[in-house]
């Protein structure tokens, strides 16, 4: 099992995703695996800050997901928090590309974890639309 960290960032309707420079060409969150010790909110600071060349502040838990990871044949867990970014994230490190993806956008672009899970929890919820 693979246990990553994400963000949640909604902005007119669209969610923020990423594409990594390698591993898959997905859309998956913004994010990524805890070092050491460290808690799912410094985890978080430090990846969002390596991914999206930006600091996150008021970090609140969201919910749990697990699936499929993307672009590996084992599960993922995802704890998934919002939080407020500093300044218009950019694509830094590991990050080849950012996207705001909408509902109607195509979901085979996208992890598994997005599509099956998220992504309609977040219709249910009316945070996209």
Same mark, same amino acid.
């Given at each position: 099992?693979?246990?990553?960290? /994400? ?6 309707? #669209?969610? !923020? ?9 997905? !859309?998956?969150?913004?994010? /990524? ?8 909110? #410094?985890?978080?600071? #430090? ?10 502040? $008021? ?12 672009? %590996?044949? #084992? ?8 939080? *407020? ?10 990050? $080849? ?5 909408? $509902? ?5 672009? *996208? ?9 309609? %929890?977040?219709?249910?919820? /009316?945070?996209?639309?």
């Amino acid at each position: 099992m693979i246990r990553k960290i /994400g963000l949640l960032v909604v902005r007119e309707n #669209r969610l !923020l995703l990423c594409r990594k420079s390698r591993g898959t060409t997905l !859309l998956i969150l913004p994010g /990524g695996k805890p070092e050491g010790d460290e808690t799912e909110e #410094r985890t978080l600071e #430090r990846e969002i800050e390596e991914e999206l060349g930006t600091t996150v502040s $008021a970090i609140e838990h969201f919910g749990r997901y697990e699936d499929e990871a993307a672009g %590996d044949s #084992r599960r993922v867990s995802l704890s998934l928090y919002t939080g *407020v970014l500093a300044r218009e994230p950019v694509a830094s490190g590991e990050i $080849a590309e950012l996207i705001w993806f909408g $509902a109607g956008d195509d979901l085979e672009l *996208v992890s598994p974890s997005l599509r099956r899970q998220i992504l309609p %929890d977040l219709l249910r919820r /009316g945070i996209l639309r």
